[in-house]
Nanobody, 120 residues
Framework: QVQLVESGGGLVEPGGSLLLSCAAS????????MAWYRQAPGKQRELVAS???????KYSDSVKGRFTISRDNAKNTVSLQKSSLKREDATVYYC??????????????WGEGTTVTVSS
C-alpha cells in the first residue's frame, strides 16, 4: 500500500510562486510515474504535469513555461514549482503515483489534495 502526502499549498498573490511537494511512503515494488493533477469545483480532474522514471516530463498547455515538475526517484518524491501564478491556478492539487505493489499488480495512488489560493 502506498501513501502520498502532499504539502506546500497555501495563499499566494497573483504573479507569485509556490512549491508543492509530495512524498510516497509504504510498501511497494516500484513507482514508475508521478504526477500532479488539479480539480476545480464542478470540473473534471486535469493533468498538470507528470514525470516518469526515465526523466520524461509532460505539461498541460495552461502551465507550460510557468510550472516545473521535479522528481527524486530514490526518495520517491515529486515537486511542482509554480511561478507566475494566475487566479485560474487556484484550486485543489492532487499528487498521483503509478506503480506496482509488492504482488506486482499495477495501481494508481492518490494523495488527499492540497489547496492553492491565488488572491491579492
Amino acid at each position: 500500500q502506498v501513501q502520498l502526502v502532499e504539502s506546500g499549498g497555501g495563499l499566494v498573490e497573483p504573479g507569485g510562486s509556490l512549491l508543492l511537494s509530495c512524498a510516497a511512503s509504504g510498501t511497494f515494488f516500484s513507482i514508475y510515474a508521478m504526477a500532479w493533477y488539479r480539480q476545480a469545483p464542478g470540473k473534471q480532474r486535469e493533468l498538470v504535469a507528470s514525470s516518469t522514471n526515465s526523466g520524461s516530463t509532460k505539461y498541460s498547455d495552461s502551465v507550460k513555461g510557468r510550472f516545473t515538475i521535479s522528481r527524486d526517484n530514490a526518495k520517491n518524491t515529486v515537486s511542482l514549482q509554480k511561478s507566475s501564478l494566475k487566479r485560474e491556478d487556484a484550486t485543489v492539487y492532487y499528487c498521483d503515483a503509478g506503480g506496482q505493489a509488492e504482488d506486482r499488480t499495477y495501481h494508481d495512488y492518490w494523495g488527499e489534495g492540497t489547496t492553492v489560493t491565488v488572491s491579492s
